[in-house]
Structures are given as structure tokens and as C-alpha cells.
């Protein structure tokens, strides 16, 4: 059964500082890997898709790289701002048809 | 497009009550999926839809949970009756399949008291 752990479970950081948030999967046959962003009380915001035969993905400030032989993913946020503070989501799809399966997510605190 | 719009918001209800929450997907996704959240577990799947149809509802947790979708614009989610403990945020997210990700409705907030 696929699981996918996060760590750390909570991240703090001051403003500017360059910061990874790490994901791990136990099976590496997995079709892709989203990351979502989740502000307090509110949906999943899509991040970063990565497909299966990609290495990493890139948007804005944001770097998401897929080594799928060892089972891990990394978020790499550039210049963190205080508007970064949120709770991260890794999540792997398993099959073109199969469900999403999260990590419990890193909670990010970027102090101004 | 709008994105996935689920309704309510914010449910109360007191025990032993029917609740049906509802999603409208994003039009031309074929696959709709409902997850619940919690502080204890985190997001797990509920049932997922690939063009109307149930693939998997292992998720759903007893039989007093029931998912529908009647065409590819709707989906229901409906609980009876309820129990304090399916409190939690249910989420109902659409997608195209193989290439593109899920996008994600704002959820509902459901309390049963």
C-alpha cells in the first residue's frame, strides 16, 4: 500500500531564507506527484505537477524536482515572504485513472 | 470557469440527521473524486467517478455513506445518518485523467453535534 510522509511536520523560517520541503513515497511506481499549497480554512491550491518521466517542474519561486527510484520528491521555495506561510501537500497519483494519495503535510511559518 | 464549486460551506446538524453536501466539477473533467480532512488523519479518499461511474469506494467509511453522480456536472455526497464523528471538511476535487492534475473545491465544514 502506498503511503507518503512528509517531513518536517512543521517548518519555521525568517523572511528571505531559502527552504526545501521534503516528500517520500513507498512505491515508486506512480504515475505523478502534485504539490498543493493550503491557507487556514481554505481548499487545496495546485502547485506543481510533475508526470513520471519529468525531473522537476518549475513556477515562479517555486522548484519541485521527482527522483522516483528512490521514492522522493522536494519543494524548493526561493526567497520565502511571509505570504508563503501555509501548509504544504505532496500527493502521488497512482495510474492515469487511480486517486491521489497525500502526505500529511509541512506546516510553513515565514516570520517577516 | 468558475473551478469546483461545493455547497454548503459550513454545515451544522445535530446527530442521527440526513446531510447531503454537492459538488459541480469543472466542465470537461472526467473524473471527480470526494475526500474527507481531518486533524487526526489527514485528507483520505472517500469514492472516486471516472465519467459518472464509481471506480472505488473502499474509502467511504460504513454504509451510512452513499455518493452519486447522476451526470457529469453533479455529484452528491450524502450521510445518514449522521454521527459526531464524520465532523470534518469534505472535499470534492475534478480532474482531467492521465495528464493534468486535480483542482480542488473550498470544501465543506461539516459539524454534526
Known amino acids: 500500500k502506498q503511503e507518503v510522509t512528509q517531513i518536517p511536520a512543521a517548518l519555521s523560517v525568517p523572511e528571505g531564507e531559502n527552504l526545501v520541503l521534503n516528500c517520500s513515497f513507498t512505491?515508486?511506481?506512480?504515475?505523478?506527484l502534485q504539490w498543493f499549497r493550503q491557507d487556514p480554512g481554505k481548499g487545496l491550491t495546485s502547485l506543481l505537477l510533475i508526470q513520471s518521466s519529468q525531473r522537476e517542474q518549475t513556477s515562479g519561486r517555486l522548484n519541485a524536482s521527482l527522483d522516483k527510484s528512490s521514492g522522493r520528491s522536494t519543494l524548493y521555495i526561493a526567497a520565502s515572504q511571509p505570504g508563503d506561510s501555509a501548509t504544504y501537500l505532496c500527493?502521488?497519483?497512482?495510474?492515469?485513472?487511480?486517486?491521489?494519495?497525500f502526505g500529511k503535510g509541512t506546516k510553513l511559518s515565514v516570520k517577516p | 470557469d468558475a473551478g469546483v464549486i461545493q455547497s454548503p460551506r459550513h454545515e451544522v446538524t445535530e446527530m442521527g440527521q440526513e446531510v447531503t453536501l454537492r459538488c459541480k466539477p469543472i466542465?470537461?473533467?472526467?473524473?471527480l473524486f470526494w475526500y474527507r480532512q481531518t486533524m487526526m488523519r489527514g485528507l483520505e479518499l472517500l469514492i472516486y467517478?471516472?465519467?459518472?461511474?464509481?471506480?472505488?469506494d473502499s474509502g467511504m467509511p460504513e454504509d451510512r455513506f452513499s455518493a452519486k453522480m447522476p451526470n457529469a456536472s453533479f455529484s452528491t455526497l450524502k450521510i445518514q445518518p449522521s454521527e459526531p464523528r464524520d465532523s470534518a471538511v469534505y472535499f470534492c476535487?475534478?480532474?482531467?485523467?492521465?495528464?493534468?492534475?486535480?483542482?480542488f473545491g473550498s470544501g465543506t465544514r461539516l459539524t454534526v453535534v
Open positions: 466542465s470537461g473533467h472526467n473524473s
Open positions: 512505491d515508486s511506481a506512480i504515475y505523478n
Open positions: 467517478f471516472n465519467n459518472n461511474v464509481p471506480i472505488d
Open positions: 500527493a502521488v497519483r497512482e495510474g492515469s485513472q487511480g486517486n491521489l494519495i
Open positions: 476535487a475534478s480532474s482531467l485523467m492521465q495528464l493534468y492534475g486535480y483542482t
